[in-house]
């Protein structure tokens, strides 16, 4: 790849710039509706033997998770930065 | 902030330094149960009004998914770019 590395930052506007005005004015409850199809989606590609599937399907998952954080105006990198960069960083993981 | 940018890959690196080995002791199935456990305590903040609560559930969702990722030998950047910003990009959103 000759692209740069792609932040979290410039996906999220991405989605912003692409979906959010029609995001929006479905809203937050909606929109997590379908983030769960998606999350459905992705269990079954776990389950199956599609690689380039169970690819689209982790894209998709991120993706919404990023509409939903934009029209609730949270910042993904500084949440995860926060979390898990930050000198309080969790160690707790399952 | 004077930290450069997130990148996706940087995220996914620092989950899998972190959590890999124990992650792919424990298997996706079972990694899953944990990424839902996640999904449903983001679905408790958006209905709350805690917002530094909100954004700590995100960056747990996204760490979760990454870990998803990282034992199913997914790069989600290069999901992402694939789904998201190649030429064959897709625009359909709900």
Not at 13 to 39: C, M, P, Q
Not at 42 to 56: M, P, V
Not at 62 to 68: D, E, I, K, P, S
Request: hydrophobic share 40%; charged share 35%; proline share 1%.
């Amino acid at each position: 790849m000759t692209q740069p590395q792609l932040t979290i930052n410039d996906f999220q506007k991405l989605i912003s710039d692409r979906y959010e005005k029609v995001d929006r004015e479905r809203g937050s409850a909606k929109t997590f509706l379908w983030f769960i199809e998606e999350v459905g989606e992705l269990a079954t590609a776990l389950n199956g033997k599609d690689r380039e599937n169970l690819q689209e399907e982790f894209a998709d998952v991120f993706a919404w998770l990023c509409t939903l954080a934009n029209i609730n105006e949270v910042d993904l990198a500084e949440a995860v930065k926060k979390k898990y960069l930050g000198k309080d960083a969790s160690k707790d993981h399952k």
